[in-house]
């Protein structure tokens, strides 16, 4: 399931870990918090089959410093909703971040069914992407095992800046905000993007998102 888990504590400091699990092993996350405040990971490294830190339900004040990501899935906040009364994630900065050859960048999942849970204030800035299939998502249809086909999540999104996210994707689409029809993302921020797909332009996606952009964005902002 996890190599590290931060569960139910404050005040805690990781620093200069190396994870290392066969791109292909199933649930390897590197380094998962949850139920936490006042939590920070630096200079770290992490290897694996999925994600490299994984965010669950109830963190608060968390600072992620100085990472690099790959293989695996990223960096995610969630999965998020899969109960229906599901403490909040708020007050979240990603920087300085790497990511090489993943599947995602940074990326915000929650599953697709009723929660009344929020994930607010989240800062994902100054991160690189070499090859990444999936450099900016938002999944609010994350349903592995089909069980919640046709219903809209509950989980409210807002307030998340994405800030000099630079490098490439391995897919055309390298922007993707699919959000929840019942509670439309607010308040997404996109500043300073240049995401590139075999060198030339990329996409992006959005489905239920609004929000700014401002500086340079590539590709062209769909918020």
């Known amino acids: 399931m996890f190599h590290m888990v931060i569960h139910q504590c404050q005040n805690v400091k990781v620093q200069g870990v190396k994870v290392v699990a066969p791109r292909n092993s199933p649930n390897t996350d590197g380094i998962h918090i949850g139920e936490s405040h006042d939590v920070t990971i630096l200079s770290s490294n992490t290897t694996t089959g999925d994600d490299c830190i994984s965010v669950g339900p109830g963190t608060t004040n968390l600072w992620v410093e100085s990472v690099a990501c790959g293989p695996g899935h990223g960096i995610s906040i969630g999965s ?21 050859g993943t599947d995602n960048g940074v990326r915000i999942k929650t599953w697709g069914k009723p929660s009344n849970g929020f ?14 299939r999936n450099p900016i998502i938002i999944d609010q249809n994350y349903c592995p095992d089909n069980s919640c086909s046709l219903q809209a999540s509950g989980v409210k999104i807002s307030d ?46 959005c489905q239920n998102a609004g929000g700014t952009s401002q500086g340079y964005v590539q590709p062209k902002s769909c918020l």
């Open 80 to 100: 998020l909703g899969k109960d229906q009364n599901e403490h909040r994630v708020q007050n979240v900065t990603v920087k300085t971040v790497t990511f090489t």
């Open 119 to 132: 994930v607010k204030d989240v800062h994902f800035q100054q991160a690189i992407m070499v090859d990444v």
């Open 160 to 205: 998340v800046m994405y800030d000099d996210i630079q490098g490439s994707s391995a897919t055309e689409v390298a922007v993707k905000f699919d959000c929840s029809s019942n509670n439309p993302c607010t308040g997404i921020k996109l500043k300073d993007v240049k995401l590139t797909y075999n060198n030339q332009s990329s996409k992006a996606s």
